[in-house]
């Protein structure tokens, strides 16, 4: 089929080079000329495992394609996926403006019958008034439909996520439009479901937010196994056993982070409120999150006592492992915290250090993960990099002036780390 993707950001792009990789014809549209340039040239603006391959492939392939114009997009394709941002607001809230902006374009050049499908993450009602300025500004008075066709990926995995979904959700009325967005899925081998265009936006959100519940339950257990003197990974994978729970998303550390799970929960909040509903849960979830980083901290600072002028050793920066991200990373959270205090910051990532960089200049950024612990009078893991695991702990003990290592990941085990002679504290054990 003919599809345009108008954004070519995380979402966009890897979902474009997907759909492309399975068949489909592909244009991936984007405002941002130097991005649309770069892509032309092969180079990819983010790092996910697998997707520059994939773009390449199909460019190369012939079936995908790049381009500034909505215009171009509309008229070649049938189905069009809006996958621009929808950034955060001071109050919670979603910044619409860019949503609304490519309803309005898209009417601007509706000549025949189209499937828009809301791809961004959306607050309910979303589709709704996406399909009401389409119509308001359509000159043409064309036929459309509008779709809610949430994503559900998981940034490090996309393309595994893209390619095997758990289940695919079309929110929609429109038989046509339903038929349609099938046949884009067809070469997916996975349940799709069907519902009305406001049960596929509030679908995004709840998954997101149990999910982060689930992060923060754990969190909160971690407290509790440190006052009892038990250990949660034990306990987390006692609970993981029965299939009613799962393992997944049972893993006690610093807290959440990234573009997706701190926006969704605080959306949904606001959405919740504005339906008239007070949503306590969640609230104490992010309560729970946030204080988990600040428990982190008091424990580092109840071994160093004073921050300023001590030289920290910092491993990873992205929100997460498998991807150079570092929006809402509490990563660099921990990092503007020693800064702040005065510390000297040294760190290390395998793909994050160039978008780091931008953010965080003041950082001494290392080449390597042993040369965070050169004269360092800590090191602290805030990403779960599996390297960090087999990294060569006896030379990193060489380098440092205390051999002491704050694990906010749980990555290393502990009984090993205190046999070497280390200082060992983790979360929750």
């Given amino acids: 089929m003919k599809i345009s993707i108008i954004g070519s950001g995380y979402v966009g792009l890897t979902t474009g080079a997907c759909f492309a990789d399975i068949g489909h014809e592909v244009i991936c549209i984007d405002n941002d000329s130097s991005k649309i340039k770069s892509l032309l040239a092969g180079n990819i603006p983010i790092y996910e495992p697998g997707l520059e391959e994939l773009v390449q492939k199909n460019v190369k392939k012939g079936t995908l394609h790049f381009t500034e114009s909505i215009e171009e997009g509309v008229e070649k394709s049938l189905v069009i996926f809006i996958a621009v941002p929808t950034p955060p607001l001071e109050d919670g809230s979603v910044d619409m403006t860019y949503i609304e902006k490519v309803a309005r374009q898209i009417a601007a050049v509706l000549k025949d019958y189209r499937v ?32 809610s066709n949430p994503e559900f990926l998981r940034e490090g995995v996309a393309i595994h996520d ?8 079309i929110g929609a009325t429109s038989e046509r439009a339903i038929k349609i967005m099938k046949e884009v899925y067809a070469p997916f081998k996975a349940p799709i479901l069907i519902t009305d265009l406001n049960s596929a936006e509030l679908i995004k959100h ?4 149990f999910l982060a519940l689930k992060i ?8 509790i196994c440190e006052a009892a003197g038990a250990n949660v990974q034990m306990v987390a994978e006692g609970m993981g056993l029965d299939h009613r729970i799962g393992k997944h998303f049972l893993k006690a550390g610093i807290g959440w982070g990234g573009s997706c799970f701190p926006k969704d929960v605080a959306a949904f909040i606001k959405i919740s409120q504005e339906l008239g509903y007070d949503f306590k849960l969640l609230k ?16 580092i600072r109840d071994v160093l006592w004073v921050l300023k002028d001590k030289r920290i050793g910092l491993l990873g920066l992205a929100f997460k492992n498998n991807t150079d991200d570092v929006r809402s990373s509490v990563a660099m959270d921990l990092a503007r915290v020693f800064l702040k205090e005065g510390a000297i910051v ?5 793909k994050a250090m160039g978008k780091a960089k931008e953010v965080l200049p003041s950082i001494h950024y290392c080449s390597s993960a042993l040369d965070v612990a050169e004269e360092a009078d ?11 695991i087999n990294l060569d702990w006896k030379s990193m003990k ?3 002036i205390s051999p002491i290592v704050f694990d906010g990941r749980n990555l290393l085990d502990k009984k090993r780390m205190i046999e070497m002679g280390y200082h060992y504290v983790g979360v929750g054990n």
């Fill in 116 to 147: 828009i499908v809301d791809k961004s993450t959306v607050p309910v009602k979303t589709g709704e008034k996406v399909y009401q300025t389409i119509k308001r500004y359509n000159s043409h008075n064309s036929e459309f439909d509008v779709v």
């Fill in 162 to 169: 893209l390619l095997h979904p758990d289940r695919v959700v």
């Fill in 206 to 209: 709840a998954s997101n937010s």
């Fill in 216 to 223: 923060s339950y754990i969190n909160a257990l971690s407290r």
């Fill in 284 to 299: 104490e979830v992010s309560q729970i999150n946030s204080d988990q980083k600040e428990i982190f901290l008091r424990k």
């Fill in 346 to 350: 040294q760190a290390f990532d395998p």
């Fill in 378 to 388: 800590c090191v602290v893991i805030a990403t779960e990099w599996e390297e960090f």
């Fill in 398 to 400: 060489s380098k440092m």
